[in-house]
């Protein structure tokens, strides 16, 4: 079971800290992703973590302000977001799933959290 935290309200160029807590997997065991889904819009890839930590991607459009990490002993995951645009206005999720199959597809995670709403306005 995973549990975000973290959304709220945020002026374009500030920041946001969204975190994802696990109880019954640890993180350290499946790859980690964030994605998010944006009002009438699709699901999107945002960032991605593999199990051993080593190999991370990000989407193009927050390559550079934000960034995935992981505390393998709380056994939570985190994504940090810097520069923050009104285009990041979605709600974000959180996703663990085993270690095969596509970092940035939805599909290939099968454990996800409830979602934060995280919006940027003025």
């Known amino acids: 079971q995973l549990q975000a935290s973290g959304g709220g309200l945020v002026q374009p160029g500030g920041s946001l800290s969204l975190s994802c807590a696990a109880s019954g997997r640890t993180f350290s065991s499946y790859k980690m992703g964030w994605f998010r889904q944006a009002p009438g819009k699709e699901r999107e890839f945002v960032a991605a973590m593999s199990r051993s930590g080593g190999a991370i991607y990000y989407a193009d459009s927050v390559k550079g302000r934000f960034t995935i990490s992981r505390d393998v002993a709380k056994n939570t995951g985190y994504l940090q977001m810097n520069s923050l645009r009104p285009e990041d206005t979605a709600v974000y999720y959180c996703?663990?799933?085993?270690?095969?199959?596509?970092?940035?597809?939805?599909?290939?995670?099968?454990?996800w959290g409830q979602g934060t709403l995280d919006t940027v306005s003025s």
């Open positions: 996703a663990a799933g085993a270690q095969s199959g596509s970092f940035s597809l939805g599909g290939s995670y099968d454990s």
